[in-house]
């Protein structure tokens, strides 16, 4: 394993927090990854559901048909065979294209970062397509990804002011992060561009379109693009 | 097929059951009705599996039409309804009890104040909402599930599914079954008001963060009373008191129904049942299974305290509760 098990611990009396690192890298994405679908593959007794964040597992159990410390005991025992079963590179996952518009008015700040990388926006948007970029989880909102690999060259501070309307498809960046905006909310990444694909749909198993450890591969097309279309 | 239709949907009325599990990896939260409890009661009063899909109601209640009279029963904070016949006539029912609704009646369901914030209305079938990611419920940030992905409008007409309990054979008068559940299954600690100084404390598991506060703010949060804002709605319960100050954090974390968060502002969030799955703020507690009915039911002002128990004792005082919920299920036996 390319990253051990560090403890678990539980997160009120109905889920345990499994942490297999401290911090962000691809590295120990792939080791939650392993851990997540070794643990959805146990079907262990009273858990109702499983989902990794950048560097731990939760573990949502029903503590009326599980205890907690024999819940932590199997847990251990389970991800103890994980050791050698991690893939030391690459994704976990599929490589999921992302066709994306860039700049003009599907990314109103493609000009600021670009001028707080001292980068024309071209060059922008050639990094932001050539890098692999490694998803680290869905959160913040039903099918948002936190993407992880964005080039250093790239990294910007969140926005002073959160925008308080950021459309539905919106391809953000934020310090070595992208993520994508699944609906129309407030935001305060920097906006570089937009995608026509929808990001979550509730009548698609998975509804998300990405999970955990998929790489992402972002595709230029010309814009105006017809993003917004079949997406809520 | 039955139908009820709304005449009036009150402030906030949505379709809620006990939650979807098991989309939390595509980043699908629990959802689900914010007081569990009573909704559960409610549905067992009407013959209805306990995790039917049923009415939640927000302060104000819903005027609802019957065309074809159904079983209801209400439970939650508010006291009662009044059910109006066709021929005009009024008649007041309690809640807390099944009650047959006759044929072309209407329902007004009666205020949630000062009791609580929610109201439960579960009609004998079921609501026959479309079952989406394993739940019935409405999930108002991403609009999908209940009905069309909203609270309840004028006009709507939310179909009922087969009751498994006969209509009277007297379906023209309202009844009110004596039947009801004792005082153990609401969220109110008996004998006690539901939100005062003199309530009970919230009863919290320590947060994983909860070590990385100053002392004071540690000694602040299980001493000080905290007030809930009027911004709170089923997301998360806001509060204002006594500013504490939290731990930086780097990172989003893993948060649950009851995580009590603490932004920069200093000013705690109790989180509920349409919660993100992350959050980047520390997790200073997390309030106790057995007492997320009563967050649920905290309405703006309420002033609450917390104390700390440990897992065996939150796993104990769940389980103790879920005998009870098993005897007066037992006991509802001839109304199925």
Known sequence: MAASLISIEPLGDACLVVRLGTGIDASTSRTVAAATASLAAAALPGVVDIAPTFNTVAVVFDPLRADASDLSGAIQARLGSLEGAVPTTGATGPIVEIPVAYGGDDGPDLAAVAAHARLDPEEIVRLHTTADHVVGMIGFAPGFPYLLGLPAALAIPRRATPRTRVPAGSVAIAERQTGIYPWTSPGGWHVIGRTPRAMFDADRDPPALLRAGDLVRFVPVAGPTSAGKGIR | ?336
């Open chain 2, 1 to 336: 097929m039955s139908m009820i239709e709304v005449v009036a949907p009150g402030m906030l009325t949505t379709i809620q059951d006990l939650g979807r599990l098991g989309s939390r990896s595509s980043g699908v939260g629990p959802g689900g009705a914010m007081d569990a409890l009573s909704h559960r009661v409610a549905n067992l009063l009407v013959g209805n599996p306990d995790d039917a899909a049923a009415l939640e109601i927000t302060l104000l209640g819903p005027r609802l039409a019957f065309p074809a009279g159904a079983w209801v029963a209400i439970t939650g904070a508010a006291r009662g309804a009044v059910v109006v016949t066709a021929d005009g006539q009024s008649t007041p029912v309690p809640a807390g009890h099944p009650i047959w609704v006759p044929d072309a009646a209407t329902l007004a369901c009666g205020p949630c104040a000062p009791h609580g914030c929610r109201s439960t209305l579960a009609v004998a079938g079921g609501l026959d909402a479309p079952l989406i990611l394993g739940g019935r419920g409405t999930d108002l940030r991403s609009g999908f599930g209940g009905w069309q992905g909203r609270a309840l409008l004028g006009g709507d007409r939310i179909p009922v599914g087969a009751p498994s309990r006969k209509p009277p054979t007297d379906r023209r008068h309202v009844i009110v079954v004596p039947q009801t559940a004792p005082p153990e299954l609401t969220p109110w600690p008996a004998g006690s008001p539901a939100h005062g100084a003199a309530s009970p404390p919230i009863r919290v598991l320590r947060g994983p963060e909860f070590g990385a506060f100053p002392t004071a703010s540690r000694e602040a949060f299980f001493t000080d009373a905290f007030t809930v804002t009027p911004d709170s709605d089923r997301s998360g319960c806001r509060l204002s008191g006594q500013t504490l100050v939290p731990p930086t954090m780097t990172l989003s974390e893993v948060v649950v129904a009851g995580t009590i968060q603490v932004p920069p502002s200093g000013q705690p969030i109790v989180l509920a049942a349409d919660h993100p799955v992350t959050g980047g703020y520390p997790r200073i507690a997390v309030v106790a299974t057995i007492d997320l009915p009563r967050i649920g039911q905290a309405p703006p002002g309420a002033s609450l305290r917390f104390v700390e128990i440990g897992l065996d004792e939150a796993q104990r005082l769940l389980r103790e509760r879920e005998r009870t919920l098993r005897i007066f299920t037992l006991g509802l036996e001839h109304l199925r």
